[in-house]
T-cell receptor, first 113, second 115 residues
Framework: AQSVAQPEDQVNVAEGNPLTVKCTYS??????LFWYVQYPNRGLQFLLK??????LVKGSYGFEAEFNKSQTSFHLKKPSALVSDSALYFC???????????FGKGTRLHILP | ETGVTQTPRHLVMGMTNKKSLKCEQH?????MYWYKQSAKKPLELMFV???????ENNSVPSRFSPECPNSSHLFLHLHTLQPEDSALYLC??????????????FGPGTRLTVL
């Protein structure tokens, strides 16, 4: 059965520092991987996705993520954090064979001024 | 704005009430979704509609009844709910037919409280 894990409930980063939000997955076939962000009182917004091709995926608002097949990870990164990046981040995986999407429980990112 | 609207934004109902949540997408998408978001739990996919046909039902209790009259509108009819059904209900749409590679566009959600 496929699964996705976000091991950190919360991540605190000082403004201007690089940030990483972790995501690992388990699927039986080739994964499709997504990152979404949720700001307070809003729905989820798409950030980026990995379908195939280059392992480094660039997305909205300066975010990027690297698909690492050997470590089954898809960590979200940004070189320099902004206070406005503070939000709830969700990783999601979709198994090409199973075709069901599963979301992680989310990681709350706090960027400290 | 993502082009997906949900009404009402907040709803309080008793366990014997019947109410409906409405979702409308203005993006010309083919697939629509209902999700349940509870505190400290993963987002739960409830239903998927592709071209107005239900293609996924993830073991959701029958007290939740979806309806998709056309590709732009999606409803979630609620009756005899339980307090544990209190959550944020999110609607989403995607351009494809619910394909695995689709990007989903989410509405702002309806915050439901069951007393």
């Amino acid at each position: 059965a496929q699964s996705v894990a976000q091991p950190e409930d919360q991540v605190n980063v000082a403004e201007g520092n690089p940030l990483t939000v972790k995501c690992t997955y388990s699927v039986s076939g080739n994964p499709y991987l997504f990152w979404y962000v949720q700001y307070p009182n809003r729905g989820l917004q798409f950030l980026l996705k990995y379908i195939t091709g280059d392992n480094l995926v660039k997305g909205s608002y300066g975010f990027e993520a690297e698909f690492n097949k050997s470590q089954t990870s898809f960590h979200l990164k940004k070189p320099s954090a902004l206070v406005s990046d503070s939000a709830l981040y969700f990783c999601a995986v979709r198994d090409k064979k199973d075709d069901k999407i599963i979301f992680g429980k989310g990681t709350r990112l706090h960027i400290l001024p | 704005e993502t082009g997906v609207t949900q009404t009402p934004r907040h709803l309080v109902m008793g366990m014997t009430n019947k109410k409906s949540l409405k979702c409308e997408q203005h993006l010309g998408h083919n697939a629509m979704y209902w999700y349940k978001q509870s505190a400290k739990k993963p987002l739960e996919l409830m239903f998927v509609y592709s071209l107005e046909e239900r293609v996924e039902n993830n073991s959701v209790p029958s007290r939740f009844s979806p309806e998709c009259p056309n590709s732009s509108h999606l409803f979630l009819h609620l009756h005899t709910l339980q307090p544990e059904d209190s959550a944020l209900y999110l609607c989403a749409s995607s351009p494809g037919r619910g394909l695995a590679t689709d990007t989903q566009y989410f509405g702002p959600g309806t915050r439901l409280t069951v007393l």
